[in-house]
DNA sequence: GAAATCATACTTTTT
DNA sequence: GTATGATTTC
């Protein structure tokens, strides 16, 4: 598909001509690279797609061509750069630094595409009627938000003497119906195409949540609330005013885009719009690592390009990360996609090291191998911070965690949302953000649960009484709160101007606020609810006290919600800042998190199926690519060794006895041409003399395979 | 009528 | 460990 290849290397040619003088004077910024990655880095032709497969040499490619640009007269303030994370925008401007040896570069617009959007927004909101000091909800909030109307909708809809609900509520929950919405903005398909094509069981519902959708958005309107997707439904609003548009479409030379295989229709549609008249387009990618097709993005995007904007292609296929054995398994893995792009990735580095897989008994067998393993390079000289264990869900590593511990082996966890998702960190968020905005009507329904006798329904009645529901002035909200409280029980009473005291006190729109005193006065409050409702009242309050330290750090309140919003903690340790410089820990994260990263020696867990691919997403065929890919992406981080793990065995905690248990299959992907790549280790069998039932996510024909085969014994 | 309590099921991946 | 739903309690 990419077929410009011809082109590309046409002009490869040009730029590096064979033996030719300049060698010697290729700037600083270039020395170190390949010819391919040169021909990239100083391409002046126009818009550039470059797709570069695992390893290429992709960030330092970028980074190059950013010094390059910089080195050759661009102001770097008119480069923009799109990333996938903060931090990936972080090491490119960095290492772009480095290679010029100029700070200027630090000029550069970067960040992701949220927090770039958010940028603009809090400059060009008001073109939209939309007020700057807007707050940004996280996913959960918007959940929330979402939850609440529909409840809202559902009473009212039973007052107004509608039949009342089927019985067994089929209405889909709070968390999908988010989902359904953000896939129907981000892919720019109306509701009804969203449903048949990924919600079929929800098609029924399609008249609530159409009237939940406009009714959740119309209350963030009124009260200037932002959710994720809002970010860049707004930037690409932005685009569409006239006078707005012209001045953003100048506003840049250069727009670089990394990982461009994982940005969904949305925000195709603004890079285009950024691009204005004159500027120029470096789009990066590998199609064969496009993993966040859940999030709506799209393959096309990619594939497309060259077409769209008239975008040349070069192509980078030597790896500088992978052994030679480890590329021959990964290049199988990806050679079984349903569709693929002839790509064959090759490498000099030295290494014979085969890949191996680690048969084990169960999922104790497998933490225990892994631990030995870990530490059996560890003697052999990679520290722990050289080695990873890539998990496809953060919960797989549970069992794992309790063994590393036990044995001492320090570790750090990313991936997974739950540090943020505690009940309490919720709580005193909820309370932030009620100090910078009080009209949030999410923190504040959130947080009247939390008095004493006050539920739901009291809840929504306060809201109302105190007028959240009106755009009155913020500050006269407390006021309201206090001089005419809504009838209740006298102990609640109390706690509610308790309440309102502290938001006061804590406000932003005080004339010093300093994060560290308003969080500690929201604290003053909060505090003893949270003692009195959960019993670990102690890790708790120390998680608090974390979220307190980081805010101290912060500018302002404003600014630490919101940068915990764009750019949550990956770890709980990130808070707090990596343990301590000397330190060595073993780094466990999801692959998802993974991606952009390497390490010496990757550890991959529990490579059945069920969990690669994952049960939840073997619905299509289009699902189940992405998982093949998802494995791609976790065996290519790894530099010298892989290990895949295969716990033969799982315990089924969920029905029946405790000890029951099944048998797991391999995963699919592993097929015989991928394991002919592949050294096995591990003895580990399945008993002849047991009986044999379903394994993690055993199709049914496979097991009726299996137990065939225990009859034949 | 609403809140508190209890029981049960369900848990992907992330900006 | 959390979120939802049904049940009991206020």
Same mark, same amino acid.
């Given at each position: 598909?990419?077929?410009?290849?011809?082109?590309?290397?046409?002009?490869?040619?040009?730029?590096? @001509?064979?033996?030719?003088?300049?060698?010697?004077?290729?700037?600083?910024?270039?020395?170190?690279?390949?010819?391919?990655?040169?021909?990239?880095?100083?391409?002046?032709?126009?818009?550039?797609?470059?797709?570069?497969?695992?390893?290429?040499?992709?960030?330092?490619?970028?980074?190059?061509?950013?010094?390059?640009?910089?080195?050759?007269?661009?102001?770097?303030?008119?480069?923009?750069?799109?990333?996938?994370?903060?931090?990936?925008?972080?090491?490119?401007?960095?290492?772009?630094?480095?290679?010029?040896?100029?700070?200027?570069?630090?000029?550069?617009?970067?960040?992701?595409?949220?927090?770039?959007?958010?940028?603009?927004?809090?400059?060009?909101?008001?073109?939209?009627?939309?007020?700057?000091? $807007?707050?940004?909800?996280?996913?959960?909030?918007?959940?929330?938000?979402?939850?609440?109307?529909?409840?809202?909708?559902?009473?009212?809809?039973?007052?107004?003497?509608?039949?009342?609900?089927?019985?067994?509520?089929?209405?889909?929950?709070?968390?999908?119906?988010?989902?359904?919405?953000?896939?129907?903005?981000?892919?720019?398909?109306?509701?009804?195409?969203?449903?048949?094509?990924?919600? @079929?069981?929800?098609?029924?519902?399609?008249?609530?949540?159409?009237?939940? $959708?406009?009714?959740?958005?119309?209350?963030?309107?009124? *009260?200037?609330?932002?959710?994720?997707?809002?970010?860049?439904?707004?930037?690409?609003?932005?685009?569409?005013?006239?006078?707005?548009?012209?001045?953003?479409?100048?506003?840049?030379?250069?727009?670089?885009?990394?990982?461009?295989?994982?940005?969904?229709?949305?925000?195709?549609?603004?890079?285009?719009?950024?691009?204005?008249?004159?500027?120029?387009?470096?789009?990066?990618?590998?199609?064969?690592?496009?993993?966040?097709?859940?999030?709506?993005?799209?393959?096309?995007?990619?594939?497309?390009? @060259?077409?769209?904007?008239?975008?040349?292609?070069?192509?980078?296929?030597?790896?500088?990360?992978?052994?030679?054995?480890?590329?021959?398994?990964?290049?199988?893995?990806?050679?079984?996609?349903?569709?693929?792009?002839?790509?064959?990735?090759?490498?000099?580095?030295?290494?014979?090291?085969? @890949?191996?897989?680690?048969?084990?008994?169960?999922?104790?067998?497998?933490?225990?191998?892994?631990?030995?393993?870990?530490?059996? *390079?560890?003697?052999?000289?990679?520290?722990?911070?050289?080695?990873?264990?890539?998990?496809?869900?953060?919960?797989?590593?549970?069992?794992?965690?309790?063994?590393?511990?036990?044995?001492?082996?320090?570790?750090?966890?990313?991936?997974?949302?739950?540090?943020?998702?505690?009940?309490?960190?919720?709580?005193?968020?909820?309370?932030?953000?009620?100090?910078?905005?009080?009209?949030?009507?999410?923190?504040?329904?959130?947080?009247?649960?939390?008095?004493?006798?006050?539920? +739901?329904?009291?809840?929504?009645?306060?809201?109302? *009484?105190?007028?959240?529901?009106?755009?009155? +002035?913020?500050?006269?909200?407390?006021?309201?709160?206090?001089?005419?409280?809504?009838?209740?029980?006298?102990?609640?009473?109390?706690?509610?101007?308790?309440?309102?005291?502290?938001?006061?006190?804590?406000?932003?729109?005080?004339?010093?606020?300093?994060?560290?005193?308003?969080?500690?006065?929201?604290?003053?409050?909060?505090?003893?609810?949270?003692?009195?409702?959960?019993?670990?009242?102690?890790?708790?309050?120390?998680?608090?006290?974390?979220?307190?330290?980081?805010?101290?750090?912060?500018?302002?309140?404003?600014?630490?919600?919101?940068?915990?919003?764009?750019?949550? +903690?990956?770890?709980?340790?990130?808070?707090?800042?990596?343990?301590?410089?000397?330190?060595?820990?073993?780094?466990?994260?999801?692959?998802?998190?993974?991606?952009?990263?390497?390490?010496?020696?990757?550890?991959?867990?529990?490579?059945?199926?069920?969990?690669?691919?994952?049960?939840?997403?073997?619905?299509?065929?289009?699902?189940?690519?992405?998982?093949?890919?998802?494995?791609?992406?976790?065996?290519?981080?790894?530099?010298?060794?892989?290990?895949?793990?295969? +716990?033969?065995?799982?315990?089924?905690?969920?029905?029946?006895?405790?000890?029951?248990?099944?048998?797991?299959?391999?995963?699919?992907?592993?097929?015989?041409?991928?394991?002919?790549?592949?050294?096995?280790?591990?003895?580990?069998?399945?008993?002849?003399?047991?009986?044999?039932?379903?394994?993690?996510?055993?199709?049914?024909?496979?097991?009726?395979?299996?137990?065939?085969?225990?009859? $034949?014994?």
């Amino acid at each position: 598909m990419f077929d410009s290849t011809a082109t590309a290397t046409g002009t490869l040619e040009l730029a590096t @001509p064979e033996g030719e003088v300049w060698q010697d004077e290729v700037p600083v910024a270039l020395r170190r690279l390949t010819p391919e990655q040169r021909a990239a880095a100083r391409w002046s032709e126009g818009h550039l797609l470059i797709v570069a497969g695992a390893g290429t040499g992709k960030t330092t490619t970028l980074a190059a061509r950013i010094a390059h640009l910089v080195d050759t007269g661009v102001d770097p303030s008119r480069l923009l750069l799109l990333t996938f994370s903060r931090r990936a925008a972080a090491e490119l401007l960095q290492r772009a630094e480095q290679a010029t040896g100029r700070a200027v570069v630090r000029q550069a617009w970067g960040g992701t595409f949220h927090a770039v959007a958010n940028r603009l927004l809090r400059r060009h909101g008001p073109a939209l009627g939309l007020d700057a000091s $807007f707050t940004v909800l996280d996913q959960r909030d918007a959940a929330d938000l979402l939850a609440l109307v529909r409840e809202e909708n559902a009473a009212a809809a039973l007052s107004a003497g509608a039949p009342p609900p089927p019985k067994r509520s089929r209405r889909a929950k709070p968390d999908l119906a988010a989902s359904i919405l953000s896939r129907v903005v981000n892919s720019r398909t109306p509701l009804s195409a969203v449903l048949s094509k990924h919600y @079929p069981w929800c098609a029924d519902q399609r008249d609530e949540l159409r009237v939940a $959708f406009a009714g959740y958005t119309a209350r963030k309107r009124a *009260h200037h609330l932002l959710d994720f997707d809002d970010l860049l439904l707004c930037w690409h609003a932005l685009l569409q005013v006239p006078e707005v548009a012209t001045e953003l479409g100048r506003r840049f030379d250069h727009v670089l885009v990394d990982e461009y295989q994982d940005t969904n229709a949305l925000q195709a549609e603004i890079v285009l719009g950024m691009l204005g008249q004159g500027a120029t387009l470096t789009a990066v990618g590998d199609d064969a690592q496009a993993i966040y097709g859940f999030r709506a993005a799209t393959v096309r995007n990619i594939i497309d390009l @060259p077409d769209l904007v008239g975008a040349d292609v070069v192509r980078l296929e030597q790896s500088h990360r992978s052994t030679p054995p480890l590329l021959a398994l990964t290049n199988a893995v990806a050679a079984e996609a349903a569709e693929r792009h002839e790509k064959s990735l090759w490498s000099e580095r030295p290494g014979a090291a085969m @890949p191996t897989l680690v048969t084990c008994a169960d999922e104790g067998a497998q933490s225990a191998a892994v631990c030995e393993r870990v530490l059996d *390079h560890f003697d052999r000289g990679t520290p722990l911070r050289a080695q990873a264990v890539l998990v496809r869900t953060g919960h797989h590593s549970d069992l794992l965690e309790l063994e590393l511990t036990v044995r001492n082996i320090p570790y750090v966890k990313y991936g997974g949302l739950t540090f943020l998702e505690a009940a309490h960190v919720k709580d005193l968020l909820a309370a932030c953000r009620l100090a910078e905005n009080p009209r949030d009507e999410v923190a504040w329904f959130r947080l009247l649960q939390l008095v004493e006798g006050v539920g +739901p329904a009291t809840a929504r009645r306060i809201i109302v *009484h105190a007028g959240l529901d009106t755009s009155g +002035p913020p500050e006269h909200v407390t006021m309201r709160l206090r001089d005419d409280p809504p009838p209740l029980p006298s102990a609640a009473g109390e706690s509610l101007s308790g309440l309102a005291d502290a938001l006061d006190d804590a406000s932003s729109s005080r004339i010093v606020a300093v994060p560290a005193d308003q969080v500690a006065r929201l604290r003053s409050w909060l505090d003893p609810l949270i003692a009195a409702r959960h019993g670990d009242a102690d890790a708790r309050l120390a998680d608090l006290d974390q979220l307190t330290a980081a805010a101290a750090a912060a500018p302002s309140l404003e600014r630490f919600l919101v940068d915990l919003a764009l750019d949550p +903690p990956a770890s709980t340790g990130d808070l707090a800042g990596p343990p301590h410089l000397d330190d060595d820990w073993l780094t466990i994260s999801t692959i998802h998190s993974a991606k952009g990263l390497e390490w010496d020696v990757v550890h991959v867990i529990h490579a059945a199926d069920g969990n690669i691919p994952s049960d939840m997403a073997t619905g299509n065929a289009d699902e189940i690519e992405e998982e093949r890919r998802l494995l791609y992406v976790a065996l290519t981080r790894a530099r010298d060794h892989v290990h895949v793990y295969f +716990p033969l065995r799982y315990h089924h905690r969920k029905r029946g006895r405790d000890d029951a248990h099944g048998y797991a299959q391999l995963s699919r992907f592993l097929t015989p041409a991928v394991l002919d790549h592949v050294e096995h280790a591990g003895a580990a069998t399945v008993p002849a003399d047991e009986t044999v039932a379903i394994g993690a996510g055993a199709s049914a024909l496979a097991a009726v395979d299996v137990s065939l085969a225990a009859l $034949f014994d």
